[in-house]
């Protein structure tokens, strides 16, 4: 059983920036960044696909960069943030590393809550 775990989140202002950090990973690929805020779905801000390139939402392109960790962590880097990105973040992996021919991201984590203030 793969058990994630996420850090880094807190509150900060419009603007600036904040980076998250994923642990217990079991593979470089098959890695997501998902967030929740109230009263919406989950949303796939990051991704890291088999082939290790990197795919992100329109809302966060440009801003957000998911990247390996120097202990073998999962990274969220996000810069320019603002009010509508705060939300509980979640990573998520294929607990089974993940096949060349696909990810089934079936391991989360608890969250991490990010709040952007105006």
């Known amino acids: 059983h793969v058990q994630l775990m996420e850090s880094g989140g807190g509150s900060v202002q419009f603007g600036e920036s904040l980076t998250l950090s994923c642990e217990n990973l079991?593979?470089?690929?098959?890695l997501a960044w998902f967030r929740q805020a109230p009263g919406l779905e989950r949303e796939r801000v990051a991704f890291?696909?088999?082939?290790?390139?990197t795919k992100y939402a329109d809302s966060v392109k440009g801003r957000f960069t998911i990247k390996h960790g120097p202990t073998d962590n999962l990274m969220l880097e996000m810069n320019k943030l603002t009010p509508e990105d705060t939300a509980m973040y979640f990573c998520?992996?294929?607990?089974?590393?993940?096949?060349?021919?696909?990810?089934?991201?079936?391991?989360w984590g608890q969250g991490t809550l990010v709040t952007v203030s105006s």
């Open positions: 998520a992996a294929d607990s089974t590393g993940g096949t060349p021919y696909g990810c089934n991201l079936d391991a």
């Open positions: 079991v593979s470089l690929y098959c």
């Open positions: 890291i696909d088999t082939d290790l390139t």
